[in-house]
């Protein structure tokens, strides 16, 4: 029984049939993905009568819903046929004549303007260029065909007057019929055929499936999670539309990464499966296609957007607060999936995953493991982890891969080695700058922190850039051996510094320039020149010695970052037994609180209570460590919880964390892996206590709809005014 009829229709056939929807472009690829020379070749091809491919229709069912993931309209009708292969054809030949937006794979939207130069009978995508008066800057008109006549007698009259201007030798001259000839091809574009492959709608869907599979394995070349998402377009078009959504989300988010929809299919299948060869997944779908009935939960862990959001914080609680740190998406993409894994089979609490996710990513950064080759190396490690029944065993996995693979040897002989690079994206540039702003260090000569820069750059500019160390062009002008781009551009001759700043050094020596800064007394020279890891004699040496020091010094805090990352007690103090720090009395460090909830003066719930709580979270984020306790009064008496407790319905701990955990989320978002909420047992009671680390960007607290900015100010949390934040907030941040 046949599957198919072969057809021929004309392109202006196939757009009506788009416009009127009788003809749609379905969910079945990517967004569009042709460069702009595709689209100029596609155009001239129709021009000379050159083979430009077929199309493949599917004939639809009345049961079957088609959504469009192109313009975002839902059909208001059933449409005869879907495109299921020349899909990036028609969606240019249809933009390029109605002049429709597309939405591109990064889901911006983009219009794709043709420009034709009868002269010279080429085709470009238009730009400044085609603006020019040998250009029709768009085709749209011509090929419509509604006044062409006026339209080729205006460039003819517009041509001779070049002519004449110019004094163009008449044998150069193109005559009025050869140019009225050529505009006229350009129309009848529209009436150029295209041979259509009209599939029954009767065929098996997975015959379908597999006829669209095989043709756009040569036409555009997809990859395996590409063709998850073609079957579940087919068996599966609900969840398809929800990854889709996520993926948009996280790109609109505007944090520190974002997932593209066939990242988020990677996550899905090997959090699902845990097996990270996809085209060995693809072959059990396309086989097993109720297994997606299967994948419900796990699509909902996978594109929840709290996980997501949170899964961020503990990377930017490392420090990467900006996605010009972010070099490796493929880590980041494992990295999430160990994040869901280790929540929902192993039931880490989030300090747990925050320490755990910190130390292995930037192990991993830091040695290249899922460069190349991720899913080999992914798969691998999915095997391993499956055999991993207990926490402590599955822990014991990643402490162990960071063992084997971040070794002495790695770290005092190939980081040396690794450091010697111009790559402002290498691990060791990228990690050397998240040291900086995890230590809180100042740009050269001044005493804002570089991690201005990484929050300025989110808004597209900032005063501060990467300049060199030894200007540029007093390395050129004085040094005999001529060095090269990639010597000059050293990472360890780069320095963070105000535009401003590296103007006045301009092509100085470092001597020269040393002598005049030093000379302002505004700042402390030989600590801010070791802040930024510079030698204090860095004037003195040649070219070759300061980068041989200062590459020590660089490595020398990137191994302080990395220690400190691990061993978290040097940044969040040593502890105290609680006992003694409660004995300490209330401090700008240490607060009490009788209760979250409960008013002892009233004998009631009072909510007030709880935003009390978190304006003191509010100000100790803004200021220094410290640490809150909830049940202890003023005069260090450790009282009863059952007060608390018992205002909840069902007069448990767990409903009264779980909702601290939501006022924290809720108030601190981005700052949520910076505070840590645990029970202490004393003296036969429980206390609560709130450990929070200071911020690496103003904390604001929204009360009321009123956005409030607080510190501490000797044992309580002042409000400041806007001045007085904004002065704040320049010198602490």
Not at 87 to 112: F, G, H
Not at 135 to 164: E, H, P, S
Request: proline share 2%; charged share 25%; glycine share 2%.
């Amino acid at each position: 029984m046949p599957i198919f009829k072969q057809t021929s229709r004309p392109i202006s056939s196939l757009v009506d049939g788009i416009k009127t929807n009788l003809i749609w472009l379905p969910n079945l690829q990517r967004g569009y993905v042709w460069e702009r020379a595709r689209v100029r070749n596609l155009f001239d091809s129709l021009y000379r009568g050159y083979p430009t491919g077929m199309i493949m229709l599917l004939s639809n069912d009345d049961s079957v819903w088609v959504k469009a993931i192109w313009w975002g309209w839902e059909l208001s009708k059933i449409p005869s046929y879907s495109v299921i292969d020349g899909q990036q054809r028609l969606t240019s030949l249809y933009a390029a004549i109605t002049w429709k937006e597309v939405k591109k794979q990064d889901w911006s939207m983009t219009k794709i303007i043709i420009s034709f130069n009868p002269l010279t009978e080429t085709f470009e995508v238009a730009d400044a260029g085609t603006k020019w008066a040998d250009w029709i800057y768009d085709i749209k008109d011509v090929i419509a065909g509604d006044n062409l006549i006026q339209i080729c007698n205006d460039y003819v009259n517009a041509y001779k007057i070049r002519v004449q201007e110019n004094n163009i030798p008449e044998e150069e001259i193109i005559p009025d019929n050869v140019i009225n000839n050529r505009i006229q091809r350009v129309n009848n574009i529209r009436n150029e055929n295209f041979i259509c492959i009209e599939i029954f709608k009767e065929t098996d869907v997975k015959v379908v499936s597999d006829i669209f599979l095989r043709i756009n394995s040569w036409w555009i070349k997809l990859n395996n999670s590409d063709f998850i998402l073609t079957l579940m377009s087919v068996y599966w078009g609900e969840w398809r539309d929800k990854i889709e959504e996520f993926s948009e989300w996280t790109k609109n988010k505007n944090d520190i990464a974002w997932l593209p929809a066939d990242d988020v299919v990677r996550v899905l299948m090997w959090v699902w499966l845990k097996r990270a060869r996809l085209e060995q997944i693809y072959n059990y779908l396309r086989w097993q296609t109720d297994g997606f009935d299967k994948l419900a939960k796990v699509i909902d862990t996978v594109t929840n957007k709290t996980y997501w959001s949170d899964y961020l914080t503990i990377l930017k609680d490392a420090w990467f607060i900006s996605n010009t740190l972010i070099t490796q998406m493929s880590l980041v993409v494992t990295c999430y999936i160990f994040y869901l894994i280790w929540l929902k089979e192993y039931n880490l609490n989030f300090q747990e995953l925050a320490q755990i996710i910190k130390k292995y990513f930037l192990a991993m950064l830091l040695t290249w493991k899922y460069v190349n080759s991720m899913e080999t190396t992914l798969w691998k490690d999915l095997s391993t982890i499956e055999t991993k029944k207990t926490k402590e065993e599955f822990l014991q996995f990643f402490e162990d891969e960071i063992n084997l693979y971040l070794t002495p040897d790695t770290r005092n002989v190939r980081f040396k080695n690794d450091i010697k690079t111009d790559s402002s994206r290498s691990a060791l540039s990228v990690v050397f700058n998240a040291a900086l702003v995890y230590f809180h260090k100042p740009v050269l000569f001044r005493t804002i922190p570089v991690s201005k820069f990484f929050l300025d750059i989110k808004d597209g500019k900032s005063e501060i850039d990467s300049h060199h160390i030894f200007p540029k062009q007093y390395l050129i002008d004085n040094f005999e051996n001529n060095l090269k781009q990639k010597d000059i551009n050293q990472i360890a001759n780069k320095v963070w510094a105000y535009n401003k700043d590296n103007k006045f050094i301009s092509k100085k020596a470092p001597a020269e320039y040393y002598d005049e800064f030093s000379e302002w007394g505004k700042i402390s020279w030989n600590e801010n020149l070791k802040d930024n890891c510079i030698p204090l004699n860095f004037y003195e040496l040649n070219y070759e010695q300061f980068l041989e020091e200062r590459r020590e010094l660089m490595l020398e805090l990137i191994r302080d970052y990395y220690d400190d990352i691990c061993n978290p007690s040097n940044r969040w103090k040593i502890e105290e037994p609680i006992i003694t720090t409660i004995n300490a009395w209330e401090s700008r460090t240490v607060e009490f609180k009788s209760s979250y909830r409960w008013d002892y003066y009233q004998n009631k719930v009072n909510d007030w209570l709880k935003f009390q709580v978190m304006k003191t979270i509010a100000a100790f984020l803004n200021s220094d460590w410290w640490k809150l306790f909830v049940w202890v009064k003023d005069d260090w008496e450790i009282l009863w919880e059952e007060n608390d407790i018992n205002s909840y319905q069902d007069k448990s701990l767990d409903s009264l964390l779980k909702d601290i955990d939501n006022m924290i989320r809720d108030n601190f978002g981005n700052f949520k892996a910076l505070i840590d909420v645990k029970k202490e047992d004393i003296d036969w009671k429980n206390i609560l206590v709130f450990t929070v680390n200071k911020a690496h960007q103003p904390a604001y607290f929204v009360h009321n709809w009123e956005k409030k900015f607080y510190v501490r100010n000797a044992a309580s949390s002042t409000q400041l005014e806007v001045e007085e934040a904004h002065n704040y907030i320049n010198e602490h941040f």
